[in-house]
């Protein structure tokens, strides 16, 4: 879904197993960059918000660091398909499907994530 960040009403919603969980405004996303939201089980995804106003939602934790820091990581595109890459080692996920563009056997959740 896209829409234009303006709209301060609406609120950003991850789901989970049988729920939607509200995250927070459209207007606390910044286009082009993610931000972490903290999930009821204590883990957390990072959310983002890219520069054409799509939406996506993946685990936070890298996966070769063990930190939680994706949500810091620069956005950008390989082959048509968005990714984000670590602030730390620089592995690439695709925002899409979570897996690590530079080593075929790492992947991160994703999440459906929709603005309500």
Known sequence: MTLAPESTTLTVQLR????WLPLCGLSALTPGRGVAAL???GGQAAVFLDRA?????IDNRDPFSGAAVLSRG???SHQGRPFVASPLLKQRFDLESGRCLDDETVRVTTYEVRIS
């Open 74 to 76: 620069l956005i950008g």
């Open 53 to 57: 106003g799509r939406m996506y939602a």
């Open 16 to 19: 989970l197993t049988d729920s």
């Open 39 to 41: 999930l009821p089980d």
